[in-house]
């Protein structure tokens, strides 16, 4: 069960969320690797091994060695790549794949955060020709991502101008409190990786989400919450059932309208008075 979140108003605070495995239930970029392949940027073969990394990164998460190979792999993967073909690409199947692997927890802990005045800002590892149009899809104030090298030719050249993985996040997160006033002790954090342990630790509030092993380990140790989230569901499906303030709403104005029914009702049947 989810803990409601504070409301604070003033100084500024933001909630900061880990994409992968904690807002979407799969690696964001790996699960375009069908919608690269379709579209020729990649070969069945690529395809394959890209699949493969995905099953190994749901099973067991990936620790550090782990996302140092897979950052490796993905940069010699995607080198001449046309960038806007891939924006293409992630724009027309988007809602396709993306849509369905959001939890629902993490949608409406995104939902309460903004309510309560809160900016929500997504930092992830993987590229920002992904991580950005899900922010948007997920309503999401600001986006860190990994940035990409781009040649004069449109094209990436497979060297990595901007890496958003452990350490750096923190870094991204302390000069967006510089520059948009957010007092850290009462921002929020969610991961599910150890490696995102410097991100947590910069907040006042930080949060274990689906933890792998040496992230639960910590987050015990150190009295942090630790969320399970299980429901992965379509954004159209959560806008299709009212919130339950509206559902209280939509009750007492249908209270309401039948009482005032019922009351023009008894005095067209009142006889008149004598």
């Known amino acids: 069960m989810l803990r409601p979140v504070e409301n604070h108003s003033l100084p500024r605070t933001a909630a900061f ?12 970029t790996l699960t375009f690797g069908k919608s690269f392949y379709q579209g020729g940027l990649i070969n069945r073969r690529a395809a394959l091994r890209t699949a493969y990394t995905q099953f190994v990164f749901l099973a067991g998460g990936a620790d550090h060695d782990q996302m140092e190979r897979m950052r490796e792999y993905l940069s010699a993967l995607c080198r001449g790549w046309n960038v806007r073909q891939v924006k293409e690409i992630v724009a027309e199947t988007l809602h396709e794949l993306i849509d369905p692997i959001i939890y629902d927890e993490a949608a409406s802990l995104i939902e309460e955060h903004h309510t309560a005045g809160r ?24 986006v860190v991502a990994t940035r990409m090298v781009v040649g004069d030719d449109g094209c990436f050249t497979g060297e990595v ?12 997160i302390k000069e967006l409190a510089q520059s948009e006033g957010y007092d850290l002790a009462r921002c929020y954090a969610y991961s599910d990786s150890a490696t995102d ?22 987050a015990l140790a150190r009295g942090w919450p630790i969320l399970d989230f299980h429901h992965p569901v379509r954004l ?12 209280l709403a939509m009750a007492a104005i249908g209270a309401a309208a039948a009482t005032a029914g019922l009351v023009w009702y008894t005095s067209r049947r009142r006889p008149p008075a004598v």
């Not at 880990?18 to 799969?26: E, S």
């Open 17 to 28: 969320f880990d994409l992968d495995k904690t807002v979407i239930a799969k690696s964001s």
């Open 119 to 142: 900016d929500v800002v997504i930092v992830s590892t993987s590229g920002a020709e992904v991580v950005e149009p899900i922010g948007e899809l997920l309503g999401a104030d600001r």
């Open 161 to 172: 101008e901007y890496y958003a993985y452990g350490p750096t996040k923190a870094e991204a």
């Open 197 to 218: 342990l410097p991100m947590l630790q910069s907040v006042g509030h930080p949060h274990a989400v689906n933890p792998d092993r040496a992230l639960r380990r910590e």
């Open 236 to 247: 159209k499906q959560r806008l299709a059932v009212p919130p339950r303030p509206a559902l």
